[in-house]
């Protein structure tokens, strides 16, 4: 059982990492210009990653039981909730430009919602198997 967990564990990892990647490209396809963008794409992701490791600690995202804990959905979106603003303030450092209160709340908001859907994904898939395996 604790080799499911730590697998459980790296496999959030890398799904959060991904839906954070999904979310900086859908970002830029909404507003026409992903294809275009190239590593300017990295000004919005890695502040995004960078927010959402500092602070997704706190809301203990990444505990074992709580990531099969379908009542601690909640943490992860919040976490994620918190973490925008400070993704919005470094991406603003990085290229030394106003952050717009639209873009924090729409990055937040977006965010929020693919981690939670992906959070979402995990309990089901791994609450099964793991009824499953009794």
Do not use: C, E
């Amino acid at each position: 059982m604790q080799k499911r967990y730590k697998n459980l564990m790296v496999i959030a990892i890398a799904g959060d990492i991904l839906i954070l990647a999904i979310v900086t490209l859908v970002g830029f396809a909404s507003h026409g210009t992903a294809a275009s963008a190239g590593v300017r794409m990295l000004t919005t992701f890695l502040p995004l990653v960078l927010a959402w490791f500092l602070v997704s600690p706190f809301l203990r995202v990444y505990d074992q039981a709580i990531i099969l804990d379908a009542r601690q959905l909640w943490r992860p979106f919040w976490a994620m909730i918190i973490a925008a603003p400070m993704a919005a303030w470094l991406r603003g450092l990085m290229l030394s430009s106003p952050i717009m209160p639209v873009f924090v709340a729409v990055l937040g908001g977006v965010s929020a919602l693919g981690i939670l859907l992906w959070r979402g994904i995990i309990w089901i898939v791994f609450s099964k198997m793991i009824r499953g395996n009794g």
